[in-house]
């Protein structure tokens, strides 16, 4: 800034004829730029600081009433014993028949093939182990078209059915 308010700086010629003075700015204007840097100091010191509200601080405690609120998972058996496959018996009647067929062989009574696979021959594309079928049940195959049944069963069905399955010929 030039010793003299109100001076011609001389760009002119550089700027299509647009003449420049050399101006201070006004001191509310000033008065409001430095209370803005202020603010932002004391705001920012505060929320991270001070009061403990960042983003961060908040999203941590979410996760954890989240987490607290959630129902615990119950353990899911690792053994298919008869009783549950007993019990897994109507649970796959009234869920899996119309992909799997009545007999879980992948056709329907009529004989037609049906969109789920044959679950008693042997042969898994996802495992064949008691803890395969229940990952598979429980997480589905959406590229096969299988919902996930995990949100929609409980682990306590999904046991019984995986269950069944396993004890129905198929399972290794």
Same mark, same amino acid.
């Given at each position: 800034?030039?010793?003299?308010?109100?001076?011609?700086?001389?760009?002119?010629?550089?700027? #299509?004829?647009?003449?420049?003075? #050399?101006?201070?700015?006004?001191? @509310?204007?000033?008065?409001?730029?430095?209370?803005?840097?202020? @603010?932002?100091?004391?705001?920012?010191?505060?929320?991270?600081?001070?009061?403990?509200?960042?983003?961060?601080?908040?999203?941590?405690?979410?996760?954890? %009433? +989240?987490?607290?609120?959630?129902?615990?998972?119950?353990?899911?058996?690792?053994?298919?014993?008869?009783?549950?496959?007993?019990?897994?018996?109507?649970?796959?009647?009234?869920?899996?028949?119309?992909?799997?067929?009545?007999?879980?062989?992948?056709? #329907?009574? %009529?004989?037609?093939?049906?969109?789920?696979? #044959?679950?008693?021959?042997?042969? @898994?594309?996802?495992?064949?182990?008691?803890?395969?079928?229940?990952?598979?049940?429980?997480?589905?195959?959406?590229?096969?078209?299988?919902?996930? @049944?995990?949100?929609?069963?409980? +682990?306590?069905?999904?046991?019984?059915?995986?269950?069944?399955?396993?004890?129905?010929?198929?399972?290794?």
């Amino acid at each position: 800034m030039s010793n003299k308010p109100g001076q011609i700086l001389g760009h002119g010629a550089e700027n #299509d004829g647009i003449e420049e003075y #050399d101006n201070p700015l006004p001191t @509310w204007w000033l008065g409001l730029f430095y209370f803005t840097i202020a @603010w932002g100091v004391f705001y920012g010191v505060n929320y991270h600081f001070v009061a403990k509200t960042s983003q961060a601080i908040q999203y941590d405690a979410e996760v954890a %009433a +989240a987490a607290a609120a959630a129902p615990k998972q119950a353990e899911l058996p690792t053994v298919a014993t008869p009783e549950l496959a007993a019990a897994g018996k109507g649970i796959f009647e009234a869920n899996c028949v119309a992909c799997h067929g009545p007999e879980a062989k992948g056709v #329907d009574a %009529a004989g037609n093939k049906t969109a789920g696979p #044959d679950l008693t021959d042997g042969q @898994w594309i996802h495992g064949g182990t008691y803890a395969d079928i229940q990952k598979t049940i429980t997480v589905g195959v959406p590229d096969k078209g299988m919902i996930t @049944w995990g949100p929609i069963l409980g +682990a306590e069905k999904i046991s019984q059915v995986a269950a069944f399955v396993h004890n129905s010929g198929g399972g290794q």
